[in-house]
C-alpha cells in the first residue's frame, strides 16, 4: 500500500455508488482524481472537506502507485463562505472552476 497526501481546490464532484464520490481536485500539478468512499452519508468525517469552494489536504492510498486512489482522512485548510452567501459569486467560482478541469492537459483519470 501507498500512502500520500495532497493539496488542492475541488472542481469537479460526481456521485459514484450509493454513498461514494469520484472527486477531482485542482493541485499545482494538475488535475488528479480519486474515489472518496462513504462521503454522501450523514455521519462521514470527510464529507466537509470535499464541498465546491473549498481547498482542502487529502490523505491518500493506493494499492499500486498512480491507480484506483482511495480517501483517507481529509482536512479543510480554507473555505471559501462567501461563495455560499452570493449566487453571482458562486456561479463565478463553479464557471472558474469547470474551465481550470476542461482546460488541465495534466488529469490523472483512473477507472473504477
Do not use: H, Q, W
Amino acid at each position: 500500500m501507498i500512502d500520500y497526501k495532497i493539496e488542492g481546490f475541488i472542481v469537479n464532484k460526481t456521485d459514484y455508488k450509493e454513498s461514494d464520490s469520484i472527486i477531482n481536485v485542482l493541485t499545482v500539478d494538475g488535475i488528479f482524481t480519486f474515489k472518496a468512499r462513504g462521503i454522501l452519508k450523514p455521519k462521514s468525517k470527510n464529507a466537509s472537506s470535499c464541498n465546491f469552494f473549498t481547498v482542502s489536504e487529502f490523505d491518500l492510498t493506493s494499492k499500486v502507485e498512480g491507480s484506483n486512489n482511495t480517501l483517507k482522512s481529509s482536512i479543510i485548510k480554507k473555505m471559501y463562505k462567501k461563495a455560499y452567501d452570493d449566487l453571482s459569486i458562486m456561479s463565478s467560482y463553479l464557471f472558474i472552476s469547470n474551465l481550470a478541469y476542461k482546460i488541465s492537459d495534466n488529469v490523472n483519470t483512473y477507472s473504477y
